[in-house]
């Protein structure tokens, strides 16, 4: 199985922060990683797909960036409703698999 | 807009059969891949495994023999079946869509199911 590693598992941010969260894959995975947004008692959200693509609908303030093993999910401009649970998947083989979540909470 | 509901008990002894319905509205299931994956309160997400609508399927490992999927497209919606439950499979399970581009583009809200006596 690919392992799937972020750092850091949480942190403490600001309002208006720019927040940075790593992912790095125990093997090449290309592009094959997505980011997801999960907030307490709700279902994950797709943010970005294939490392940098925008999900439809999702703020512009969340970029993705990679390719290979290490990724990267930036909030340009961290926002209330931004504090909560992100993870990264990598799609590149079954069985997919996540990371452990990083929890972003205010500071 | 696609919408994914799960049903099925909430509550399982253990060594039975936990089995899950997700229904799909608002589009055709036929196309895709259908996903599992479960959540075990307070941790991280786990990937069951998928199906796609001919009924192709990959499992995880993990869980591969204990696992079925299945799909029914008359009735638009697939199924789980993870056999001899124990405490370790209590867990809040989603149903996905895979999208074209693997990713999970939609979800079901979830529905909590506990192993117990």
């Known amino acids: 199985d690919i392992q799937m590693t972020q750092s850091p598992s949480s942190l403490s941010a600001s309002v208006g922060d720019r927040v940075t969260i790593t992912c790095r894959a125990s093997q090449s995975i290309s592009s094959y990683l997505n980011w997801y947004q999960q907030q307490p008692g709700k279902a994950p959200k797709l943010l970005i797909y294939?490392?940098?693509s925008l999900q439809s609908g999702v703020p512009s303030r969340f970029s993705g960036s990679g390719s290979g093993t290490d990724f990267t999910l930036t909030i340009s401009s961290l926002q209330p409703e931004d504090f909560a649970t992100y993870y990264c998947?990598?799609?590149?083989?079954?069985?997919?698999?996540f990371g452990q979540g990083t929890k972003v909470e205010i500071k | 807009q696609v919408q994914l509901q799960e049903s099925g008990p909430g509550l399982v002894k253990p060594s039975e059969t936990l089995s899950l319905t997700c229904t799909v509205s608002?589009?055709?299931?036929?196309?895709?891949?259908w996903t599992w994956i479960r959540q075990p309160a307070g941790k991280g997400l786990e990937w069951i495994g998928r199906i796609y609508t001919s009924g192709s399927t990959n499992y995880n490992p993990s869980l591969k023999s204990r696992v079925t999927m299945s799909v029914d497209t008359s009735k638009n919606n697939f199924s789980l079946k993870l056999t001899s439950v124990t405490a370790a499979d209590t867990a809040v399970y989603y149903c996905?869509?895979?999208?074209?581009?693997?990713?999970?583009?939609?979800w079901g809200q979830g529905t909590l199911v506990t192993v117990s006596s």
């Open positions: 294939a490392a940098s």
């Open positions: 998947q990598q799609t590149y083989s079954t069985p997919q698999t």
């Open positions: 608002g589009g055709s299931i036929s196309g895709y891949y």
């Open positions: 996905a869509r895979s999208s074209s581009s693997s990713d999970l583009d939609y």
